[in-house]
C-alpha cells in the first residue's frame, strides 16, 4: 500500500481547553497535516473556553458547543438551563452542535437518569434543528436510543463519534445517511474496528477525542496530531491508499461542517 507523507485532514472532535501548550499542539498538528480541528465543549465552562480558542485560531480551529451527559448530573436546574441557553444565543458562531448525547455507563447513570439525559438531549436537538447545525453525538451504551431521538428529532447531519455499538443500529445510521467518526483507537479496539470496516467510507470522519489517552502496551495522551494515526488505521481497515483515505474523509467533513479546509483557492 503506497503511503503519502503529508496529507491535508481534519480532527473532527477535540476536548483543546483540556490541553495544555495549545499553541505548541496546535502548530505541531497543522505541521503534521491537521488543517482544521473541531474544538468541542462539554459544559458552560468549556464552551466559553471553546469560543475563545476559535477567535485565537481562526481559520484554523472552530468551536462546537455542548452539553455531556456526564456533567449534567454534576449541574443544578439553573446551570443546565443557562447553558443551554447560551449555546442557543451563540450557534450562530458555532460549526455545530456538540458534544451532547446520551451514556449508559453505570458510572453516569448514578448522576445522571436516562429520563433526565433523554429531556436535555432532546432540547439541544431542537436547537440544533431550528439553527441548522449538526451535532455531535456522544452514544456510549446507549446507541440504538440516541439514533432514534436525533432521527425523530429530524436532524439531517449527524455524526456518531467513537462509534463501538451493535451492527444493527450501525446500518440504521448509514442508512439515515449519518456519520460515525475514527479515533486512533481503531488501531487495536475490535468492535470500534469493526465499525469501522462496515461503515462505507464516505460516512466516515476522522478525530482523536483528545487528550484521551490511547494504547494497550504503550500508551500515550493523544492531541490532534494523532488524527494521522486514525487515518492509518481507517486505511488499513479499508486496505486503502492513506491518500485516498484523507481526501474522501476531508470533502466529507468539509460537506458536514460547512467548511472549506483543503481546497485550493
Partial sequence: MKKMAMVNIIDTHAHLDEIDNQDDVISQSVQ?????????????????????LSGKFPSIVYAALGL???????????????????????????????????DYDKRVLKI???????????????IA?????????????????CFDIVRAAGIE???????????????????????????PAAEYHSEHRRAIKETPLTQLMLE??????????????????DTIRSLRAVAAIKNEDESNVAA????????????????AR
Fill in 68 to 102: 455531556h451527559p456526564y456533567h449534567i448530573g454534576r449541574m443544578d436546574t439553573a446551570q443546565i438551563t443557562d447553558t443551554i441557553r447560551f449555546i442557543d444565543e451563540n450557534a450562530s458562531d458555532i460549526v455545530a452542535i456538540g458534544e451532547i448525547g446520551m
Fill in 248 to 263: 474522501i474523509t476531508l470533502q466529507t467533513t468539509n460537506r458536514f461542517f460547512g467548511l472549506t479546509t483543503g481546497i
Fill in 208 to 225: 482523536t477525542d483528545s487528550p484521551v489517552p490511547y494504547g494497550r502496551e504503550n500508551r500515550y495522551i493523544s492531541e490532534p496530531k
Fill in 157 to 183: 447531519k449527524a455524526v456518531f463519534h467513537w462509534f463501538t455499538g451493535f451492527s444493527s443500529v450501525l446500518r440504521d445510521i448509514i442508512a439515515a445517511g449519518y456519520c460515525i467518526s475514527a479515533t
Fill in 129 to 145: 434543528k431550528k439553527r441548522e447545525k449538526p451535532v455531535l453525538i456522544h452514544s456510549r451504551y446507549a446507541w440504538k436510543d
Fill in 112 to 126: 445522571s437518569s436516562k429520563e433526565m439525559q433523554r429531556d436535555i438531549f432532546v432540547q439541544l436537538l431542537d
Fill in 32 to 52: 503534521a497535516g491537521v488543517k482544521a480541528i473541531i474544538a468541542v465543549g462539554q459544559d458552560h465552562t468549556s464552551n466559553l473556553k471553546i469560543l475563545s
